[in-house]
C-alpha cells in the first residue's frame, strides 16, 4: 500500500484519491482553532502561498479530539482561517486521528513516520508530516515545530520533483 491509494474528503464532501497528487509535496496538518498552536495557520498559509505553484499542498484536516479544541462546523472553520489568518489553502473535513475511527490516511501516516519513542499516536493539534512528491519520504514533526521551520526540507523536496 502507499499513501495513493488513500481516498480524503474535503470539507464539502467531496472525496479524491491522493493520487491526484503525485508529484506534488504534502505537508499534512491536524489543525484545531481553539488551540495555542493555532497561529500556526498564518505560517501554513506563507508557505502555501510562496510554494504552491511549485507543487507544495498543505492538506488541513480539522480535528476535534484534543481537549475538544475544534468543536465547530466546517463552514465557522473555514470562515475563522480565513477572517484571522487569510487563509487560502483548503481545509478538508473534520477527522479523527487516534483511536478505531481514525482515518485510513493517518493510519498509514501514523505507521510510516512514528512519534517519539515509536509511538504511533498523535499528542495534539498541529501535528505534521511532510511527504516528498513520490510518496516514498515520510517525515513527522511535532506540535511545537513551527511550519516555517520546514521550509528548507520543502524547498529540498520540490527541487527533487523538478529533476
Not at 4 to 18: A, K
Not at 63 to 78: G, L, V
Not at 146 to 159: G, V
Request: aromatic share 12%.
Amino acid at each position: 500500500m502507499s499513501i495513493y491509494d488513500i481516498e480524503i474528503t474535503q470539507s464539502n464532501g467531496n472525496t479524491y484519491p491522493l493520487s491526484n497528487l503525485k508529484g506534488k509535496v504534502l505537508l499534512i496538518v491536524n489543525t484545531a482553532s481553539q488551540c495555542r498552536f493555532t497561529p500556526q495557520y498564518r505560517a501554513l498559509e506563507e508557505l502555501h502561498k510562496e510554494y504552491s505553484r511549485q507543487g507544495l499542498m498543505i492538506l488541513a484536516f480539522p480535528c476535534n479530539q484534543f481537549a475538544k479544541q475544534e468543536p465547530e462546523r466546517a463552514d465557522k472553520i473555514e470562515s475563522f482561517c480565513q477572517l484571522n489568518y487569510g487563509v487560502t489553502f483548503e481545509l478538508h473535513k473534520k477527522i479523527k486521528v487516534n483511536g478505531p475511527d481514525s482515518t485510513p490516511l493517518y493510519q498509514y501516516l501514523k505507521q510510516q513516520a512514528k512519534g517519539l519513542f515509536g509511538s504511533q499516536s498523535i499528542k495534539w493539534n498541529f501535528t505534521k508530516f511532510l511527504v516528498n512528491q513520490d510518496g516514498t519520504k515520510i517525515h513527522r514533526f511535532a506540535p511545537s515545530v513551527d511550519p516555517i521551520d520546514l521550509e528548507d526540507m520543502i524547498k529540498s523536496y520540490l527541487s527533487q520533483s523538478k529533476t
